[in-house]
């Protein structure tokens, strides 16, 4: 295997990595194209992707959905390989587009392993190498070539490499942060980096009992005094905090925020004052229950005990009989403004996506090529630009693969003449 002479090396067999890939054979089918891939197949995260049904784009796509030191980076890429470039260019490997809720966009058949094998499946047709259980250790330049090593101490030499390695979230997946690595050998400087789209560990007290449960709620990311955002949907408790789609949402504007919390709207249908009125009227038809029994059939059972014991009910054997204006207030500021401190996250063996990473500034986002180092191009997220939840960092993924793998080629032709 010592010596293999390529146009183009690309790290990385994800989604980014392969895209980038059937972008640069489209400018060629001389171009002697390998990717590299650290794990026993490509791919493993996309089947992990939209709960094993991949959403692999979001119609909604635009740079305001995208964060990092300078999001408008993206917009670039994100133009010239748009969601409409990424439906047909599916489309024609056979994956037919299915919307959901928010824009979000599916294969029909909602199976994350339509995606990968469209794309294995026109790697092989295309005839690009593809070398697997090959982790590249190192890169060198040398003179106009690199010489990338494996961790077998196989090298090669490439007149271009594409670092498609993604960040450091889910390592089980792929991504070990080592193309972080490569990238700063070379010279790049890195921004610090953060899991997100992540599930948030929360103190525990104010969740007691709750594990399991899932309820609507708006979820509001609190910060000093404000409100930094807020999202609706199906909050899920764990034994350690909370999860489900309004967390991972939040979780993206938290990076580098330090004693935040949160605040559960469990009635965001209604304000205070009407949430007020609701349980006056239970009041009055209840007033034979207990306090244990009031919120059935309005919250969660659970839930409305917790939040029963922070409006000072002691006892829940309490009488309904008994509720007073000032405790029914009470009870409905709770309902609307459940506050709980944010103590940190999952980390990243649990977060779908790394905030942070290799510096864009020392990039050129026309081309993804280094600014620092000529014929080293990056793209996907090993790059400091993350998206929010809903098909957003896949389609980054696709759009800077797409012009990393065009300009690569372009360039390799270029001085092939
Ligand atoms: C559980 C989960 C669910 C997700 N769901 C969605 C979703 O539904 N929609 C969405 O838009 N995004 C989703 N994401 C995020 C999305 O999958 C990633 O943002 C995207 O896959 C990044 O693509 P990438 O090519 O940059 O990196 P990756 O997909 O991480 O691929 C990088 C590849 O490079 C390989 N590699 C790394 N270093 C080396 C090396 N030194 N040598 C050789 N190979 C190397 C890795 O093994 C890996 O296969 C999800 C992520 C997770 C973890």
Redesign the pocket.
């Known amino acids: 295997m010592k010596g293999t002479n390529l146009d183009i090396a690309i790290?990385?067999?994800?989604?980014?990595?392969m895209m980038s890939a059937l972008s640069a054979v489209k400018q060629s089918e001389k171009l002697n194209i390998a990717v590299?891939?650290?794990?026993d197949r490509?791919?493993?995260?996309?089947l992990?992707?939209?709960n094993g049904r991949?959403?692999?784009s979001n119609i909604n796509t635009s740079v305001s959905h995208y964060h990092g030191q300078v999001p408008d980076f993206a917009d670039y890429p994100l133009k010239e390989f748009t969601v409409d470039d990424t439906v047909n260019f599916f489309n024609t490997l056979g994956v037919f587009p299915r919307e959901e809720r928010d824009g979000r966009l599916y294969p029909f058949s909602l199976q994350a392993s339509a995606v990968l094998d469209c794309l294995r499946n026109e790697l092989s047709r295309r005839n690009i190498t593809v070398y697997t259980s090959?982790?590249?250790?190192d890169i060198k330049h040398k003179g106009s070539v690199f010489r990338l090593s494996d961790q077998d101490k196989n090298s090669y030499t490439a007149k271009s490499v594409i670092i498609?390695?993604?960040?450091c979230?889910?390592p089980s997946?792929?991504?070990?942060g080592?193309?972080f690595d490569?990238l700063k050998s070379l010279g790049h400087r890195m921004e610090k980096t953060y899991p997100t789209l992540v599930q948030l560990r929360t103190d525990t007290e104010g969740i007691k009992g709750l594990k399991g449960i899932k309820t609507e709620a708006k979820v509001s990311l609190i910060h000093g005094d404000r409100i930094i955002t807020a999202k609706q949907g199906e909050l899920l408790f764990t034994d350690y905090g909370i999860s489900g789609p309004p967390v991972f949402d939040i979780s993206v504007e938290l990076t580098g925020k330090k004693n935040a919390s949160v605040e559960i709207d469990f009635m965001p249908e209604y304000d205070e004052k009407a949430v007020f009125e609701i349980l006056k009227h239970r009041t009055g038809v209840l007033s034979h229950l207990t306090a244990e029994n009031y919120f059935v059939g309005l919250l969660n059972k659970r839930v409305g005990n917790l939040i029963a014991r922070r409006a000072g009910i002691q006892k829940l054997s309490m009488s309904v009989s008994e509720f007073t204006e000032v405790l029914l207030w009470k009870l409905a500021a709770n309902i609307k403004h459940y506050s709980l401190n944010i103590t940190g996250t999952q980390g990243y063996d649990n977060a779908?996506?790394t905030a942070g990473g290799i510096s864009v500034a020392e990039f050129d986002n026309k081309t993804m090529e280094s600014k620092v180092i000529s014929g080293i191009f990056a793209?996907?997220?090993?790059l400091d630009i993350y998206?929010d939840c809903g098909?957003?960092?896949?389609?980054w993924?696709w759009s800077s693969?797409y012009v990393a793998g065009r300009e690569c080629a372009l360039k390799c032709l270029k001085y092939r003449k």
Request: charged share 15%.
């Open positions: 790290i990385g067999g994800g989604a980014s990595g590299f891939e650290r794990l490509v791919g493993k995260k996309i992990a992707t939209g991949c959403n692999f090959r982790k590249i250790i498609a390695g993604g960040g979230a889910s997946l792929g991504s070990d080592s193309a490569l779908q996506v793209c996907g997220e090993v998206g098909g957003y960092n896949l389609q993924a693969g």
